[in-house]
């Protein structure tokens, strides 16, 4: 199907991830901003190890407001790590998102990567666009999404948006959440978690509704989730996944604004590289931070507690 056609396609039909029948064979790749693109990178490595022998990966700066000069940074770090195809997909409007020229940028591609900026951006620009359903196309296909900074709070259904707010979150404050683009389930993404002290709006966000999950990543820090179901860490920093779903107690429904939330028994875990947690039943386990290196990056034996 060509690009013309492909788009009236998708227009008529546009996918959505919580149709029937969608099956999740790719990885995203979320990464918690800052990651390094000039030494070791690591982090794009592992984006660039799972586009295959002749991947093509796609940059969208849609979140930026200096999209050549991310494009320019991309472009050479990807091209250094092997990858053989390598575009821009530079979406200023949501009329580039429904174009044929994106639809062209996007054939062939094993992979799109979402670079930071405005989350907001990349949301209104792109959401159930024809752009946004060849990417999910991708995705269930087993290709790879990844994303950094804004592009990885877009990953969520739901995504923090304005407001660092104080420290210890505070009933009712100014905290702004909008819809994501739905690649990952069941999760809330924050990123740049500890370089900004951000613990305390993540808990006071979902305390707001404990069936999600809180994930705060550091830079040069990332998950990757494979087929939905689990993800490992990679990184200098950690992630933090906050499980509100233990909470026994919360005043966030029923104390006036002035007051700091109080929340009772919510389980917060610290992961560094190598761990792994089980997205369906919400448990970490430990692996050697050696088993993501990229010769080694397998299914190690996983380490316990007296190990």
Partial sequence: MDARRKVEHFLERPLRPARAGARRKGTLVIIGGHEDRSEEKRILRAVADRLGNDGKIVVCTAASAVPTDLWDEYDAAFRALGVPHVFHLPIKSREDALSTHAMRILEGATGVFFTGGDQIKITSQIGDTPVYSRTLEIYENGGVVAGTSAGASAMSETMLVANDGDPSYRIKSALLMAPGLGFAHDMLIDQHFTERGRMGRLIGAVSQNPR????????????????????????????????????????????????????????VHMLSQGDAFDLATRTPRSYPAESMEPDEESEPEAQTASD
Avoid at 245 to 257: A, F, L
């Fill in 212 to 267: 999600v999950l809180g994930l705060g990543i550091d830079e040069n820090t990332a998950i990757i989730v494979e087929r939905d179901r689990r993800f490992r860490v990679l990184g200098d920093g950690a992630v933090y996944v906050v499980d509100a779903s233990t909470t026994t107690y919360s005043n966030i429904g029923d104390e006036d604004s002035d007051r700091t939330l109080s929340s009772f028994g919510l389980t």
